[in-house]
């Protein structure tokens, strides 16, 4: 079999870059096996392929579509793998299908809400979500144990390599700590590394590498998303058109008058910083960009090296008013040793433990603080913690008028601990 580059750059400590492959609705996708090819044909070449998974909520190519042809070639595929438009058998079908194209790499995600469609848009499906994935793949490990009539079959075992995603960028208090909650169950249930969402505060992205390192997770290896944005792209993601991006208006105003090449170059920046600050890879991607951008990237960020520091302020765009968890530093970054900016008792809501399906009369609502059924009023009826979507303000993904209720289920863990007034609650 061919080496796992993923496997082996987190055996080896070696920090890697992966090339983000997006994949749509077209199946010919010429620009997708350029970037292949290209990537295979350059002895320097980025050696790891990230590949999407109905990314935006809209229909497309699945990962299993691509990764022979990125195994063929001597590549690495990381394919993700969301719980949405189908049930756990579908899932786990997928994950089958993934072991016997080799693919051993998995990125498991809840996914976007549905977008777009033939004839409208999908029904929403939300079996299992990011944890209930991770933790199948978990007991496909050892293979999964079934009925075939009277007797007991096993799956043949299987060790993917599973990671999970984060995103660190949340503006308030709420949604940024059920991320680090809901991080937290994820790591207990299998997942071996951690990518994270897309975002332009270096400060916060650094600060989720502290937190780990201040609850004793220092060791899970971490890999930063570093993505170059179009002043297009940046607006879809302002306007929630593509779901959980943090970006504020003083990102857009720069990118309205930048180049590709200060683009890049921004990418670079964040490159290097991601490498001297500890991460233990990057996950790189744009839109449009070619291979030759992507090395041109890693080349540039080899010799900006620690020189970074210098910069930092051309990676800060922090959204007025966010929530940090660290004081700052002299650095311009967060002091990890510093006190806690959230209450000093933030107990974490007890949902963690719940790995079973959620129907009614199996109730969560002791779990969830009694503040509302998250099989009612989460759109993707999540059970484990909050996907990533919610906007900047705290509101949900798919509606800007109703509030995630993961933040009400954190904001109702802390009043039931005596740290904040249940008024607050009832407001959020
Ligand atoms: S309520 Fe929260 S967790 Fe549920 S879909 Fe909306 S943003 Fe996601």
Request: net charge negative; glycine share 12%; with cysteine.
């Amino acid at each position: 079999m061919a080496e796992n580059h993923l496997r082996s750059a987190l055996q080896r400590r070696q920090f890697f870059v992966s090339a983000e492959l997006v994949l749509n609705r077209d199946h010919t996708a010429p620009e997708l096996e350029a970037l292949v090819e290209a990537a295979a044909a350059e002895p320097r070449g980025l050696r790891i392929i990230s590949i999407t998974d109905l990314p935006g909520g809209n229909p497309a190519l699945p990962p299993e579509a691509l990764v022979a042809g990125v195994l063929e070639r001597g590549l690495t595929p990381l394919a993700h793998l969301s719980g949405k438009d189908g049930n756990r058998s579908f899932v786990e079908a997928r994950l089958h299908a993934l072991a016997r194209a080799g693919a051993e790499n998995v990125l498991a995600l809840t996914g976007d809400a549905q977008r777009s469609g033939f004839l409208g848009r999908g029904q929403p499906g939300y079996d299992l979500d990011s944890v209930l994935i991770l933790h199948l793949i978990e007991s496909l490990r050892s293979g999964l144990e079934y009925r075939l009539g009277k007797r007991t079959a096993r799956t043949s075992a299987f060790d993917f390599l599973a990671g999970a995603v984060v995103n660190p960028y949340k503006v308030r208090e709420p949604d940024l700590m059920m991320q680090l909650h809901k991080l937290e169950l994820k790591l207990a249930v299998g997942a071996r590394f951690v990518v994270t969402q897309l975002g332009y505060d270096l400060r916060k992205l650094y600060e989720l590498e502290q937190y780990l390192d201040r609850e004793g997770l220092g060791e899970v290896p971490l890999v930063a998303n570093v993505y170059v944005p179009t002043a297009t792209v940046a607006r879809m993601m302002q306007a929630g058109e593509i779901a959980g991006c943090v970006v504020p208006d003083a990102l857009v105003a720069r990118l309205e008058k930048e180049t590709k090449a200060e683009r890049l170059e921004r990418g670079a920046l964040m490159l290097a910083a991601c490498r001297d600050l500890g991460f233990s890879g990057a996950h790189l991607g744009g839109f449009g960009l070619a291979h030759r951008d992507m090395l041109g990237i890693v080349d540039r960020a080899e010799e900006i090296g620690a020189a970074w520091r210098a910069r930092a302020d051309e990676l800060s765009f922090p959204w007025p008013g966010g929530k940090y968890l660290f004081p700052e530093g002299t650095d311009g970054l967060s002091d990890g040793s510093g006190p806690y900016q959230i209450p000093a008792e933030h107990p974490s809501p007890t949902w963690g433990a719940r790995l079973g399906r959620a129907d009614c009369g199996d109730c969560l609502q002791d779990h969830l603080g009694f503040v509302g059924c998250t099989m009612r009023w989460c759109y993707k009826t999540l059970r484990n913690g909050p996907c990533g979507g919610s906007r900047p303000d705290g509101s949900c993904e798919v509606d800007a008028g109703r509030p995630c209720i993961w933040n009400r289920v954190y904001l109702g863990a802390l009043a039931a601990g005596g740290t904040r007034a249940d008024e607050e609650v009832s407001r959020c």
